[in-house]
């Protein structure tokens, strides 16, 4: 088969056009202008307005620049300067010009503003009338009104005073709130402004029906997602939260909500349309990490988040921390049912495995151990009950209430033939026999968990409260028996603007039979003391988000986990950045057996926040005031304290 193959070449006029072209373009940007702009004479608000204002006079790159146009420039300049500080409240404002060469093509225009004296208030009425009056909101919005008798006669801030009322009512319901009057009344000779500003608020609206169109999910399932009902007062911030909870759900890709307002109905009704469309059902995440609680963590997520249209999901997640070598394989299933609450089934699986050393405190002070022997603990845990969510508060919190029951297999592996250098021989394997038993526990509760966090960055405040109760006992087939009651709280609260307080305790209480071992050495005598109650369960206190100060988890019976616990802490931020913070706290706390001899560790220092888009990035220096020095240690963590 012949082929045959062309080449294009340019012609030699083509050639030349080209050429004309580029010596055209490159004399043309050697002889281009230059017209930089300068403002003196007065600084920030006034200044960026009338560097906004001018900008576009600026040249650069252009053709050569005529002393015509340069004179037409700078008068427009003049001009341009002297009215945009007008919205400002300075109606006599004047610039100069002045035109300076900087080299054989650049020319600099220095603008000298003279702003004159500025229009000031004489009168102001500021009235809300109607249903939404009486707003907290409203009336803080009145009483810091910024252009008062003898203000500077700001439009701009007249403008954003009066879109910040509108939004504030537009949040709690009041959607046909308008002004009847927004009027200044100027008088340039004299150079005051009379002010006139009437805000009616209007009939508050309400929720109307919420209609879903998507195929993903059985009809019905979501019927029960909304925080309102039909009739409750209309809320910015519940229709976030719904949002925010149609995205939960894991179900859909792409959500849009729609609000149809019938302001003209009475009550003024907001009837919702929602349009989802389903997501892919599988999606995977992966996180490597670095924390001076766990040190270097690596995780691997797999959500399937529809299993089918009754709206069941599963998690599963694998993961390894370098504290402890631990490992752990979590697998979590969620089932809705219909009834007139938001419930749901849940059924959790967990194999934790984890080293851990057999250790003896030397002394009640200090952090002096004598290791028996190195062990591994490995957990088996499978939990099954209802999940209940309640609203309260018209919707604005949620308490996560499960009531479950859960059974434990756990198994302990030490070797106690290995015994430290420091003991001489002992018949240590006849002492501690009974650590090495591996009794299942079959145990029946409830928990609850209470978020309440708003914000974002330094200003997140709010509460979160856990609690929980169990109890394990013979009577349903358990082999150990214990019964255990928990309750923690955390709390953020501004003081103004730049400071913030944030409070933290916890307490513990578990019934659980003790075993108190006696090693009778040569020289001295260690008492080991340890807990019936599956490691699970047992109480740790030290570490970033405990009693700082204090390593991670070494505060608590022997080092092996307690019956008992009780920390609290109080934290006092400052800013002093836009997302930056110095901290100072106290800490107080340990985890213990026996109540009769408790003794509260306690650490204090200081740290710093910065609040990236990943969460806060705390870093603590805290002084452990117990130990023998008072030495130093650092604690390094991401996220809110909250979650």
Same mark, same amino acid.
């Not at 984890?354 to 002070?365: A, F, P, Y």
């Not at 509760?445 to 966090?453: E, L, M, N, T």
């Given at each position: 088969?012949?082929?045959?193959?062309? #080449?294009?070449?340019?012609?030699?006029?083509?050639?030349?056009?080209?050429?004309?072209?580029?010596?055209?373009?490159?004399?043309? /940007?050697?002889?281009?202008?230059?017209?930089?702009?300068?403002?003196?004479?007065?600084? @920030?608000?006034?200044?960026?307005?009338? %560097?906004?204002?001018?900008?576009?006079? #600026?040249?650069?790159?252009?053709?050569?620049?005529?002393?015509?146009?340069?004179?037409?420039?700078?008068?427009?300049?003049?001009?341009?300067?002297?009215?945009?500080?007008?919205?400002?409240?300075?109606?006599?404002?004047?610039?100069?010009?002045?035109?300076?060469?900087?080299?054989?093509?650049?020319?600099?225009?220095?603008?000298?503003? @003279?702003? /004159?004296?500025?229009?000031?208030?004489?009168?102001?009425?500021?009235?809300?009338?109607?249903?939404?009056?009486?707003?907290?909101?409203?009336?803080?919005?009145?009483?810091?009104?910024?252009?008062?008798?003898?203000?500077?006669?700001?439009?701009?801030?007249?403008?954003?005073?009066?879109?910040?009322?509108?939004?504030?009512?537009?949040? %709690?319901?009041?959607?046909?709130?308008?002004?009847? +009057? $927004?009027?200044?009344?100027? *008088?340039?000779? $004299?150079?005051?402004?009379?002010?006139?500003?009437?805000?009616?608020?209007?009939?508050?609206?309400?929720?109307?029906?919420?209609?879903?169109?998507?195929?993903?999910?059985?009809?019905?399932?979501?019927?029960?997602?909304?925080?309102?009902?039909?009739?409750?007062?209309?809320?910015?911030?519940?229709?976030?939260?719904?949002?925010?909870?149609?995205?939960?759900?894991?179900?859909?890709?792409?959500?849009?909500?729609?609000?149809?307002?019938?302001?003209? @109905?009475?009550?003024?009704?907001?009837?919702?349309?929602?349009?989802? !469309?389903?997501?892919?059902?599988?999606?995977?995440?992966? !996180?490597?990490?670095?924390?001076?609680?766990?040190?270097?963590?690596?995780?691997?997520?797999?959500?399937?988040?529809?299993?089918?249209?009754?709206?069941?999901?599963?998690?599963?997640?694998?993961?390894?921390?370098? +504290?402890?070598?631990?490992?752990?394989?979590?697998? /979590?299933?969620?089932?809705?049912?219909?009834?007139?609450?938001?419930?749901?089934?849940?059924?959790?699986?967990?194999?934790?495995?984890?080293? %851990?050393?057999?250790?003896?405190?030397?002394?009640?002070?200090?952090?002096?151990?004598?290791?028996?022997?190195?062990?591994?603990?490995? *957990?088996?845990?499978?939990?099954?009950?209802?999940?209940?969510?309640?609203?309260?508060?018209?919707?604005?919190?949620?308490?996560?209430?499960?009531?479950?029951?859960?059974?434990?297999?756990?198994?302990?592996?030490?070797?106690?033939?290995?015994?430290?250098?420091?003991?001489?021989?002992?018949?240590?394997?006849?002492?501690?026999?009974?650590?090495?038993?591996?009794?299942?526990?079959?145990?029946?509760?409830?928990?609850?968990?209470?978020? $309440?966090?708003?914000?974002?960055?330094?200003?997140?405040?709010?509460?979160?409260?856990?609690?929980?109760?169990?109890?394990?006992?013979?009577?349903?087939?358990?082999?150990?028996?214990?019964?255990?009651?928990?309750?923690?709280?955390?709390?953020?609260?501004?003081?103004?603007?730049?400071?913030? &307080?944030?409070?933290?305790?916890?307490?513990?209480?578990?019934?659980?039979?003790?075993?108190?071992?006696?090693?009778?050495?040569?020289?001295?005598?260690?008492?080991?003391?340890?807990?019936?109650?599956?490691? &699970?369960?047992?109480?740790?206190?030290?570490?970033?988000?405990?009693?700082?100060?204090?390593?991670?988890?070494? &505060?608590?019976?022997?080092?092996?986990?307690?019956?008992?616990?009780?920390?609290?802490?109080?934290?006092?931020?400052?800013?002093?950045?836009?997302?930056?913070?110095?901290?100072?706290?106290?800490?107080?706390?340990?985890?213990?057996?026996?109540?009769?001899?408790?003794?509260?560790?306690?650490?204090?220092?200081?740290?710093?926040?910065?609040?990236?888009?990943?969460?806060?990035? #705390?870093? *603590?220096?805290?002084?452990?005031?117990?130990?023998?020095?008072?030495?130093?240690?650092?604690?390094?963590?991401?996220?809110?304290? &909250?979650?």
């Amino acid at each position: 088969m012949n082929s045959t193959k062309f #080449r294009l070449r340019p012609s030699p006029l083509l050639r030349r056009a080209w050429l004309s072209l580029i010596l055209a373009a490159a004399w043309s /940007g050697a002889q281009a202008d230059q017209l930089v702009i300068e403002v003196e004479g007065i600084g @920030d608000p006034l200044l960026a307005n009338v %560097q906004s204002r001018v900008r576009a006079l #600026r040249v650069a790159g252009g053709p050569r620049l005529s002393r015509r146009r340069l004179d037409r420039l700078t008068e427009t300049a003049e001009r341009e300067a002297a009215l945009a500080l007008r919205p400002l409240g300075y109606h006599h404002a004047a610039a100069t010009g002045r035109l300076n060469p900087v080299d054989e093509n650049g020319w600099r225009l220095v603008l000298r503003v @003279d702003p /004159g004296p500025p229009q000031t208030v004489a009168t102001s009425l500021v009235e809300v009338t109607g249903p939404g009056s009486g707003l907290t909101e409203i009336e803080e919005w009145k009483s810091q009104w910024p252009l008062g008798p003898g203000r500077v006669m700001d439009q701009t801030v007249w403008e954003a005073q009066k879109q910040d009322a509108l939004d504030l009512l537009e949040k %709690q319901g009041y959607l046909g709130a308008r002004y009847l +009057e $927004h009027v200044i009344e100027m *008088d340039l000779d $004299h150079n005051t402004a009379d002010t006139r500003l009437v805000l009616d608020t209007g009939p508050q609206a309400v929720m109307g029906t919420v209609t879903f169109e998507q195929d993903a999910v059985s009809p019905g399932i979501l019927e029960l997602l909304p925080r309102f009902a039909e009739g409750q007062a209309y809320s910015a911030w519940l229709m976030e939260r719904f949002r925010l909870d149609l995205w939960r759900t894991g179900y859909f890709k792409d959500i849009e909500i729609i609000e149809e307002r019938r302001l003209e @109905d009475e009550p003024p009704t907001v009837d919702l349309v929602v349009r989802a !469309t389903p997501r892919l059902p599988s999606t995977y995440q992966g !996180t490597i990490g670095f924390g001076t609680d766990t040190g270097i963590r690596a995780q691997l997520f797999w959500t399937r988040h529809l299993i089918s249209e009754r709206g069941d999901s599963l998690d599963t997640g694998v993961g390894w921390q370098q +504290e402890f070598n631990e490992y752990s394989l979590r697998s /979590g299933y969620r089932l809705p049912r219909r009834s007139k609450a938001r419930d749901f089934w849940v059924a959790d699986f967990l194999v934790n495995r984890k080293n %851990q050393d057999l250790e003896v405190r030397v002394s009640d002070l200090g952090d002096d151990f004598v290791r028996l022997s190195k062990g591994t603990i490995t *957990d088996y845990s499978i939990k099954g009950g209802r999940l209940i969510i309640r609203d309260f508060s018209q919707g604005h919190q949620q308490i996560f209430e499960t009531w479950y029951g859960q059974y434990v297999y756990e198994t302990v592996s030490y070797n106690l033939g290995e015994l430290d250098d420091e003991l001489p021989v002992v018949n240590i394997e006849g002492e501690l026999a009974s650590l090495t038993e591996n009794p299942s526990a079959l145990s029946i509760g409830v928990q609850w968990d209470w978020p $309440h966090i708003l914000g974002r960055g330094f200003q997140t405040v709010g509460h979160h409260h856990r609690a929980w109760l169990f109890t394990a006992q013979e009577a349903w087939g358990s082999e150990r028996e214990f019964t255990q009651a928990y309750l923690s709280s955390s709390w953020h609260r501004m003081l103004g603007q730049r400071w913030k &307080l944030l409070l933290r305790g916890e307490a513990g209480y578990t019934d659980a039979a003790v075993s108190d071992i006696r090693l009778e050495l040569e020289d001295r005598t260690l008492e080991l003391s340890v807990t019936d109650l599956p490691n &699970l369960y047992r109480f740790k206190a030290g570490g970033s988000r405990s009693v700082r100060g204090y390593s991670f988890e070494s &505060l608590s019976t022997n080092g092996i986990g307690s019956n008992h616990i009780v920390t609290a802490s109080v934290e006092l931020e400052m800013n002093f950045l836009a997302n930056w913070s110095l901290a100072a706290f106290f800490d107080a706390g340990n985890a213990f057996n026996d109540w009769s001899d408790v003794e509260l560790r306690k650490g204090a220092g200081v740290g710093v926040r910065w609040y990236s888009i990943a969460g806060a990035i #705390r870093l *603590d220096f805290a002084q452990a005031l117990d130990l023998e020095g008072d030495p130093w240690r650092i604690h390094f963590t991401i996220g809110t304290p &909250l979650l």
